[in-house]
């Protein structure tokens, strides 16, 4: 996905702590020494080149929709005797310009900041140093969680020192958000946003923030996003955090697939909860064994490819989706329990004015 002519992608994030803390759904690309090894098995291609069967064909073909969003401060660190910023061990292969088999994204740390999980070295002159050294296909700016000025300073800062051609800005959706309004209304009312519309007058990608744990029920997303797409044509949309199978379904339903980038580590959770992605109907779900006395004969890494080759394929057009939903069905999700409430609770206050007063 380059700035002169973007292309839909799936940002390849993952999450290394053991076990996987909620906390940290929101950190990407911790490619550590435990998921790392498993590396090329998830992103192997398949050798049956001649098979029509769905997972030969992902494997094949799913790849051109990849890319890897790392953030910044797992795959580099401060050199002990020189200070100056280097390649942890392992990265070098995966990352450099001349070795890397996927484009590669920057994470700026920003979640990581926020949650004060950052390490003490991390701080604007190391980020510059980062895209100096990995020369990425594209860096997310300085942002600051919830706070719109203060991001939209650390991408100004950025411009101007000359990264502009590679810094992708981003918007911060839970300052502008207005809990009386759903999310297509907010969407709405995003789109006169005068940061935002700073952003897509001079960049060609600009990333969204601020959904993964925020006001926007996840079964809603999508409706969201869609209206920021119908807004600015001529720009591409990242959405940070955002891969997962309700979201890429909502997007696919309605055509946007090839207008909104994603990432997340949603593969890599449902793998270790023995969870794997099929095509039914035309949407992603998930089989889940746990609780049900099964187990499968699959490998964690065979779990994680499949499920990644899953959002991946989606993107390459491997199926058709069906018409989108009126209203979300998923009755599993909370998040979907939630926005049916929220819509039945407005039809009884319909239905209750409707009915005579008796004093």
């Known amino acids: 996905m380059g700035h002169g002519a973007p292309r839909a992608s799936v940002g390849i994030a993952g999450v290394n702590t053991h076990p996987l803390h909620a906390a940290t759904l929101g950190i990407a690309g911790n490619w550590g020494s435990t998921l790392r090894p498993h590396l090329q098995h998830i992103t192997s ?6 098979s029509s069967r769905l997972g030969d064909r992902a494997a094949r073909l799913c790849w051109s929709h990849a890319c890897y969003l790392l953030d910044y401060t797992y795959v580099t660190c401060p050199d002990r005797s020189t200070q100056s910023l280097r390649y942890r061990s392992g990265f070098a292969r995966m990352c450099a310009p001349e070795t ?7 994470d700026s740390a920003a979640y990581r900041e926020a949650a004060g999980t950052a390490p003490r070295w991390s701080n604007y002159d190391r980020y510059c ?6 020369r990425p296909d594209g860096a997310m700016a300085m942002d600051v969680l919830d706070n719109q000025d203060a991001s939209r300073g650390g991408y100004d800062r950025l411009c101007r020192d000359g990264y502009a051609d590679v810094v992708i800005p981003v918007w911060q959706a839970r300052p502008a958000w207005d809990p009386t309004y759903n999310a ?9 946003d005068p940061t935002l519309r700073f952003y897509v007058d001079r960049a060609s990608v600009v990333a969204v923030g601020g959904l993964v ?13 869609a209206e920021l797409v119908r807004a600015f044509p001529d720009t591409h949309l990242w959405a940070l955090g955002q891969a997962s199978a309700m979201v890429v379904n909502g997007l696919g339903q309605l055509g946007l697939l090839d207008r909104v980038s994603c990432d997340g580590s949603w593969w890599i959770h449902h793998a270790r909860t023995e969870q794997f992605a ?3 109907d035309g949407l992603l779900k998930s089989l889940r064994l746990t609780h049900t006395g099964a187990s499968s004969f699959f490998t964690l890494s065979e779990l994680m490819a499949a499920n990644l080759r899953s959002l991946l394929s989606a993107y390459a057009g491997l199926w058709v989706f069906p018409a989108p939903a009126d209203v979300p069905t998923d ?8 926005e049916l409430r929220r819509r039945l609770a407005g ?7 409707l009915l005579p007063i008796v004093a």
Request: with cysteine.
């Open 100 to 106: 890397r088999t996927l484009p590669v994204y920057l």
């Open 213 to 225: 744990h925020g006001p926007c029920p996840r079964a809603m997303r999508h409706l969201y996003l």
């Open 45 to 50: 291609r398949s050798p049956l080149a001649l």
């Open 331 to 338: 009755l599993r999700d909370p998040e979907v329990r939630l």
């Open 278 to 280: 099929v095509v039914q």
């Open 347 to 353: 039809v009884q206050l319909d239905l209750f004015s």
């Open 184 to 192: 297509a209304d907010n969407a709405r009312l995003a789109t006169h």
């Open 129 to 134: 140093a980062a895209i100096d050294l990995i």
